[in-house]
């Protein structure tokens, strides 16, 4: 199970590159609600989080 903290950024995170009217990545084209709700809570086998794996794309998102 992922920690509360890291779904919390995740949360903060989806909706900051939702809210984006300026951002054109594939990580907002592809990471629909529906992958998001399905992969927010799952680790991988070396317990990798989905904010491990996307982390550096929320990063780009200008506020």
């Known amino acids: 199970m992922v920690d509360q903290a890291v779904l919390d950024k995740l949360d903060a995170g989806f909706k900051r590159l939702q809210d984006s009217k300026d951002c054109h990545s594939l990580l ?3 990471l629909t ?3 998001f709700d399905k992969l927010k809570s799952r680790k991988t086998a ?3 989080t989905l904010l ?3 982390q550096s ?3 780009l998102i200008q506020m």
Do not use: C, L, R, T
């Open 28 to 30: 907002k084209k592809y």
């Open 33 to 35: 609600q529906d992958v």
């Open 57 to 59: 794309g929320f990063n």
């Open 46 to 48: 070396m317990g990798a």
């Open 52 to 54: 491990d794996v996307i």
